[in-house]
């Protein structure tokens, strides 16, 4: 009885000791040969890093500016085979007292990079990087200089100035108008670009611009969507976020009332075609794309890759793609529209004309015409 006890126990240990063996073997990343293997060793690196955002108040489905990044970072997170809140996440804020709770949550989380969405986040970004100079943060459309955040820009009135161009070549009461969500130096570039864009066409044209003062209001945004399409504009322009959504709700009442109505819409940020849509009819003529979904996914690669541009202005623009301007609606967008976008488009890659940024720019810009 006593040496079948021992018996037992020897093969016990036995087994134990292959097993235990067979897990330490595992642990040391070689191959066949005993070779440490540098691809194992890569990916566990990469499986470590962690990427989280904070969205502006619009919201993380504002089908615009969050809605843009938040697709770049799930892109990100694919592309490493992450998935959400085990690689990557997102904290919705409400209005701008979420700002900075939203920061140091995630940051007690452990991410390795925090993205704020918007230049509203500007002062939030600033105080919760200087408190933690070893993690690594981005802003979206604005410029902090702190060494540990990425500033990431566009060239949002260069994408405008050729929405405007399609805009006024389409219009047939040559009035226009230009809804924005802060009045703001950001949104000034889009509402520059877009106005010196239509008058490079046409001097004469109309264009009717109003602040809704926020990027969340859907119903402030149709309501002066409803002035501006009664007071004769037939394209509206947004640059407003969430609020930009009751601009589509109005164009799609009266296109729904009136089927023979040319109303239409120029989006913002992402493609917004499928906003645009009411029965057989889209609304939508064009969206001003701006490529916040690639930016973040590319600046989420250069930090994972160990070559994070802390401290630097990243600038996204027509040259790379970073701003343009859609042509789904194939139907709205003649042939003619498309090619003299594509020749305006030249003009401002060759340098050929300086696109106005701001309100005194355009006014210089508009006496030359």
Same mark, same amino acid.
């Given at each position: 009885?006593?040496?079948?006890?021992?018996?037992?126990?020897?093969?016990?240990?036995?087994?134990?000791?292959?097993?235990?063996?067979?897990?330490?073997?595992?642990?040391?990343?070689?191959?066949?040969?005993?070779?440490?293997?540098?691809?194992?060793?890569?990916?566990?690196?990469?499986?470590?890093?962690?990427?989280?955002?904070?969205?502006?108040?619009?919201?993380?489905?504002?089908?615009?500016?969050?809605?843009?990044?938040?697709?770049?970072?799930?892109?990100?997170?694919?592309? #490493?085979?992450?998935?959400?809140?085990?690689?990557?996440?997102?904290?919705?804020?409400?209005?701008?007292?979420?700002?900075?709770?939203?920061?140091?949550?995630?940051?007690?989380?452990?991410?390795?990079?925090?993205?704020?969405?918007?230049?509203?986040?500007?002062?939030?970004?600033?105080?919760?990087?200087?408190?933690?100079?070893?993690?690594?943060?981005?802003?979206?459309?604005?410029?902090?200089?702190?060494?540990?955040?990425?500033?990431?820009?566009?060239?949002?009135?260069?994408?405008?100035?050729?929405?405007?161009?399609?805009?006024?070549?389409?219009?047939?009461?040559?009035?226009?108008?230009?809804?924005?969500?802060?009045?703001?130096?950001?949104?000034?570039?889009?509402?520059?670009?877009?106005?010196?864009?239509?008058?490079?066409?046409?001097?004469?044209?109309?264009?009717?611009?109003?602040?809704?003062?926020?990027?969340?209001?859907?119903?402030?945004?149709?309501?002066?969507?409803?002035?501006?399409?009664?007071?004769?504009?037939?394209?509206?322009?947004?640059?407003?976020?969430?609020?930009?959504?009751?601009?589509?709700?109005?164009?799609?009442?009266?296109?729904?009332?009136?089927?023979?109505?040319?109303?239409?819409?120029?989006?913002?940020?992402?493609?917004? #075609?499928?906003?645009?849509?009411?029965?057989?009819?889209?609304?939508?003529?064009?969206?001003?794309?701006?490529?916040?979904?690639?930016?973040?996914?590319?600046?989420?690669?250069?930090?994972?890759?160990?070559?994070?541009?802390?401290?630097?202005?990243?600038?996204?623009? $027509?040259?790379?793609?970073?701003?343009?301007?859609?042509?789904?609606?194939?139907?709205? $967008?003649?042939?003619?529209?498309?090619?003299?976008?594509?020749?305006?488009?030249?003009?401002?890659?060759?340098?050929?004309?300086?696109?106005?940024?701001?309100? =005194? =720019?355009?006014?210089?810009?508009?006496?030359?015409?």
């Amino acid at each position: 009885m006593k040496n079948r006890k021992f018996i037992l126990l020897f093969a016990l240990l036995l087994t134990l000791g292959i097993v235990l063996a067979a897990c330490g073997g595992g642990s040391d990343d070689t191959d066949d040969n005993g070779e440490t293997d540098d691809n194992a060793a890569s990916e566990g690196e990469e499986s470590g890093y962690t990427v989280a955002m904070v969205t502006d108040e619009g919201g993380v489905d504002d089908k615009s500016f969050n809605q843009s990044a938040w697709e770049g970072l799930q892109a990100w997170g694919e592309e #490493h085979d992450l998935s959400k809140a085990d690689g990557f996440d997102y904290a919705q804020s409400d209005d701008e007292s979420d700002y900075l709770p939203n920061m140091t949550r995630l940051v007690r989380n452990d991410y390795d990079l925090v993205f704020g969405i918007g230049f509203l986040l500007e002062d939030a970004i600033t105080q919760i990087a200087e408190q933690n100079p070893d993690k690594d943060f981005a802003i979206v459309d604005t410029v902090v200089d702190v060494p540990n955040v990425a500033s990431i820009t566009f060239a949002e009135h260069e994408g405008s100035f050729l929405a405007g161009v399609a805009a006024a070549m389409k219009s047939k009461t040559e009035r226009l108008g230009f809804v924005g969500g802060v009045d703001s130096d950001l949104i000034n570039k889009f509402e520059s670009g877009f106005i010196a864009g239509a008058k490079s066409v046409n001097p004469a044209i109309v264009v009717d611009t109003q602040y809704v003062g926020n990027f969340s209001s859907a119903a402030d945004g149709k309501l002066i969507a409803t002035r501006m399409y009664n007071d004769g504009a037939d394209i509206i322009y947004h640059a407003a976020g969430a609020a930009g959504n009751g601009v589509f709700a109005q164009a799609k009442d009266i296109k729904q009332n009136d089927p023979d109505r040319e109303v239409w819409v120029v989006g913002v940020d992402r493609d917004q #075609h499928d906003e645009g849509q009411i029965g057989d009819n889209n609304v939508t003529l064009t969206s001003m794309v701006k490529r916040v979904d690639t930016s973040v996914q590319e600046v989420s690669n250069m930090g994972l890759n160990g070559e994070f541009p802390g401290g630097e202005i990243v600038e996204f623009g $027509l040259t790379d793609d970073g701003v343009s301007i859609a042509t789904t609606n194939e139907d709205a $967008l003649t042939e003619e529209i498309l090619s003299t976008v594509n020749d305006w488009k030249e003009r401002i890659i060759n340098g050929d004309i300086d696109v106005p940024k701001t309100h =005194e =720019e355009l006014d210089a810009f508009v006496d030359s015409l």
